[in-house]
């Protein structure tokens, strides 16, 4: 049974840092992209950064340039650097392995609380 489990999450202040993990358990964690989504209040939830199994990346256009997603394959973690946030990155991030060909699911974490505030 693959498991997620992000970590990382708190308050912050308008222009600080965070850096979010995402530990993977139960699948072999370097066949697989993995992306971070974000859900705030009232909206939708959104892909903020995905990772390709090569390291490939690719961002939404609110985070390009202040967000970076990485991944460790030794530790099976992806991580989220999030520098410069504003009040409009408040929402509970979720850690997600993507479909792939040797497993067609998308799983999820708990998820965890950013909340930016003065």
């Known amino acids: 049974q693959v498991q997620l489990v992000e970590s990382g999450g708190g308050l912050v202040q308008p222009g600080g840092s965070l850096r979010l993990s995402c530990a993977a358990s139960?699948?072999?964690?370097?066949?697989?992209?993995m992306d971070w989504y974000r859900q705030a209040p009232g909206k939708q939830r959104e892909l903020v950064a995905d990772?390709?199994?090569?390291?490939?990346?690719n961002y939404a256009d609110s985070v390009k340039g202040r967000f970076t997603i990485s991944r460790d394959n030794a530790k099976n973690t992806v991580y989220l650097q999030m520098n410069s946030l504003n009040t409009e990155d408040t929402a509970v991030y979720y850690c997600?392995?993507?479909?792939?060909?040797?497993?067609?699911?998308?799983?999820w974490g708990q998820g965890t609380q950013v909340t930016v505030s003065s």
């Open positions: 139960g699948s072999i964690f370097r066949l697989y992209a």
């Open positions: 997600s392995q993507a479909p792939g060909s040797g497993d067609l699911r998308r799983y």
């Open positions: 990772i390709t199994r090569g390291g490939s990346t």
